[in-house]
């Protein structure tokens, strides 16, 4: 059974930095894509970043130059460093990893970016 667990989620002042992990297990082959969602309060999920297998990425227009994507295939693990935090970043964090055309998904990390 595929399960994605998120870390390093919290509250962090307006121009901080946050740094989130996402450990996958029971899964040996390579996801395809990994990548991170998020949903604020009262929104859709909406996709932030994603990074292939060969290290592509794409950052929607928001995050690009605050944001980092990065992988480790030998870990099935994706993390993601959140610089120059606005408010506008607080939601959940969802890992997203796709395998043979199955999605899957992790629990969610909450940050909350405020003073």
């Known amino acids: 059974q595929v399960q994605l667990v998120e870390s390093g989620g919290g509250l962090v002042q307006p121009g901080g930095s946050l740094t989130l992990s996402c450990a996958t297990s029971?899964?040996?082959?390579?996801?395809?894509?990994m990548g991170w969602y998020r949903q604020a309060p009262g929104k859709q999920r909406e996709l932030v970043t994603t990074?292939?297998?060969?290290?592509?990425?794409h950052y929607v227009d928001s995050v690009k130059g605050r944001f980092t994507i990065s992988r480790d295939n030998a870990k099935n693990t994706v993390y993601l460093q959140m610089n120059s935090l606005k408010a506008e970043d607080t939601a959940v964090y969802y890992c997203h990893a796709r395998l043979a055309a199955t999605d899957y998904w992790g629990q969610g990390a909450q940050v909350i970016v405020s003073s």
């Open positions: 990074i292939t297998t060969s290290g592509s990425t």
């Open positions: 029971g899964n040996k082959f390579r996801f395809s894509l």
